[in-house]
């Protein structure tokens, strides 16, 4: 029975992950067009019990414009913008050629791929496209794991992503 409500808990928590990562919104209540974006990472700490408000973490998206904004993810709230910025073409070369190195469209949906559940949860999605008519490919990484559950590379790429992502958002 406890293993039966463990798995019921892991659903709903990769429902809650896909669900948030595309209710993003700023003061001005604009809304994203898919086409129009280039890059999603978003990056949430898990805690055990939340409250309406409580901080998740952050979501960098970045268009195929240039246009590059950091939110703050709330529970059950709204997305906050805190930063926005603009990178030019050669940088967004630079962002493709980091996921091609790492042969990002060869990943699994879902990392890592064991059946353990771990609580409270964190993790990170990506959702990424190299042009405006390729459809994005999408990555869920559910509790950091030893890194024999990661294709090979795999921390390198998340650490020169969010390093460049970072940079993007001075």
């Known amino acids: 029975m406890i293993r039966r409500n463990q798995k019921i808990i892991f659903l709903l928590i990769l429902l809650i992950l896909f669900f948030s990562n595309y209710s993003c919104s700023d003061n001005h209540s604009s809304s994203i067009q898919q086409n129009e974006v280039k890059l999603i990472y978003s990056a949430e700490n898990g805690k055990d019990v939340y409250i309406k408000g409580d901080r998740l ?5 970045v268009y195929f414009n ?19 910025s603009q990178i030019s073409i050669s940088e967004i070369k630079e962002l493709n050629n980091l996921f091609i190195e790492f042969n990002f469209n060869e990943y699994p949906n879902i990392l890592p791929s ?6 409270p949860t964190s993790g990170c999605f990506i959702s990424f496209a190299i042009s405006e008519v390729e459809e994005a490919k999408e990555v869920y990484v559910i509790a950091f794991e030893e890194s024999k559950y990661y294709p090979s590379g795999f921390y390198q790429f998340l650490d020169k992503l969010k ?8």
């Open 57 to 61: 973490g952050e979501k960098i998206v």
């Open 66 to 84: 240039g246009k590059v904004e950091k939110y703050i993810i709330y529970y059950e709230s709204e997305d906050v913008l805190l930063k926005s």
């Open 114 to 119: 064991t059946s353990e559940i771990h609580w």
């Open 163 to 170: 390093e460049k992502l970072n940079s993007f958002i001075t």
